[in-house]
Structure formats: structure tokens, C-alpha cells
């Protein structure tokens, strides 16, 4: 079996089904054939993922396991639905690692959250005269742990406002930065619509030759051969001043 990690949500219910040594644990009694079987909680995962696995005794355990859950009442322990969610866990491993190794802003604790939300959802619609409840029950909390893991991955971070602004009020006004004494400035200016201007500048100065001097076109040149072709829509307004010069 896979371990888990002492914090996490799958770990917090191996305490609730397993507790601590000594305590008093549930058992499932299973009705094979003719034969009535008492197994406990580590009995039951072996009859499902054990080498030696029974088909039989298999569907006999997954069946019990989910009847004894529907029939507990709504206001009691939730013991029954408990031990069929730690049932379930041993066939989530593999996807649940997968889905971790492929996006790290994944939250494994919401993750496992995820997949315990979809088995108790399923477990009551669960089909028990169908060949493979315990299968059905295991592919709902798998296809929930990938939708989930797909829609965190989409959502964009947003910043932290409040440092965002704090930043930006303790920078220096335009007017009081210091100027270089050679050097340009560049204004632009949005046109009047509400998407404005979403276009990306870049400046770049040509490499130095040998002789340490650069060659090519200076700052001023690179504006001007950026100008937009004469059919294009104007995205905005680039000026560019000599520095400290008016405006």
C-alpha cells in the first residue's frame, strides 16, 4: 500500500477506521455462497487488493460494505460510509501521484478532499447489483480528482492588492525621479477605446563590433521603423522626447 503523509486527508481517515492500537475497529460480516465471513477493516482491503484476490469474495465485500453504509442513519458516526471511503483509497494512489507530478500548484490535501466528496456522492447511486460497485466508485473519485486538478491549473493568480498598492504609493511621482543627464523618455498614450493599449514593445541596441562601438540604428531610429503599416488599426501613441526636455 502506498503511505500517506501524516496531515493529509487520506491519513486522518486511516486513524478513523484503524484508531489507535488496542482500539475497537469495525468489522464486515460478508455472506459468500453459502458461507458468512467476519473480516476485519485490513481482512476487507486484502480480499479487494491482495495478491491472492477472490473475485467472489471481492464483490461480496464491496456490496456488504456499501449496504451496511446506506443503512446507517443520517445523524450517527458515519462508521459504515467511513470504511467503505478507506476501501476506496488503495485505488486512487496511482492517479493521485500522477496528477501531483504533473501540476505542482495541485493541493494534495484539497485533492484527496476532492476524491472523498465523490465517493460519498456516489455511494448512494452506487449500482449493487452491477458486476463492479467498488469499480464504480473508484473511477468517480479518480474522474473528480483530474476535474479538479484541470480547473485550478486554468484559474489565473490573482496579486495581493494591498501590496500591489502599498508599492506602487511608496515609488517616487514622475516629478520627483531623478533625470539622467543623456537619455530619452518615452510617452504613450492609449487610444480612447476600453481595451487600450495591449500591444508589446520591445527596445533592443544592436551588438558592439569588435572595436567596442555599436553599429546599426539608435533609439530613436528603432521608434520610427516600429511605426504600424498604413492599413493597420492604431493601437495607441509612442513619443519619444529627449529627457528632462518639455512635453
Not at 501524516?6 to 455472506?31: C, E, K, N, Y
Not at 466528496?117 to 463492479?132: F, I, Q
Not at 562601438?213 to 539608435?218: D, E, I, K, L, S
Amino acid at each position: 500500500m502506498t503511505s500517506t503523509g501524516p496531515g493529509s486527508v487520506f491519513a486522518r481517515i486511516d486513524q478513523g477506521v484503524l484508531g489507535p492500537p488496542g482500539a475497537t475497529r469495525p468489522s464486515l460480516t460478508v455472506h459468500v455462497g453459502s458461507h458468512t465471513v467476519l473480516l476485519s477493516p485490513e481482512e476487507s482491503r486484502r480480499a479487494l487488493y491482495g495478491p491472492r484476490r477472490d473475485a467472489a469474495l471481492g464483490a461480496a465485500v464491496w456490496r456488504q460494505a456499501v449496504i451496511d453504509a446506506r443503512r446507517e442513519p443520517r445523524d450517527g458516526n458515519g462508521t459504515g460510509r467511513l470504511l467503505v471511503v478507506w476501501l476506496v483509497l488503495p485505488g486512487l494512489y496511482r492517479n493521485l501521484h500522477r496528477i501531483l507530478r504533473l501540476w505542482r500548484r495541485v493541493d494534495r490535501a484539497d485533492l484527496e478532499a476532492e476524491a472523498v466528496l465523490a465517493v460519498l456522492a456516489a455511494l448512494d447511486v452506487a449500482d449493487l447489483d452491477g458486476p463492479d460497485p467498488g469499480g464504480c466508485l473508484i473511477k468517480e473519485a479518480v474522474n473528480q480528482m483530474w476535474a479538479y486538478a484541470k480547473r485550478v491549473t486554468r484559474e489565473i493568480p490573482v496579486i495581493d492588492i494591498g501590496a500591489f498598492a502599498e508599492a506602487r504609493n511608496a515609488t517616487d511621482s514622475p516629478e520627483e525621479r531623478p533625470r539622467p543627464f543623456e537619455g530619452w523618455e518615452v510617452h504613450i498614450a492609449p487610444p480612447p477605446r476600453r481595451e487600450g493599449l495591449y500591444a508589446t514593445l520591445r527596445f533592443a541596441e544592436p551588438r558592439p563590433r569588435g572595436d567596442g562601438r555599436r553599429t546599426g540604428a539608435r533609439l530613436p531610429d528603432l521608434v520610427f521603423r516600429a511605426r504600424r503599416h498604413e492599413e493597420a488599426d492604431l493601437i495607441g501613441t509612442l513619443v519619444l522626447r529627449p529627457a528632462g526636455g518639455r512635453r
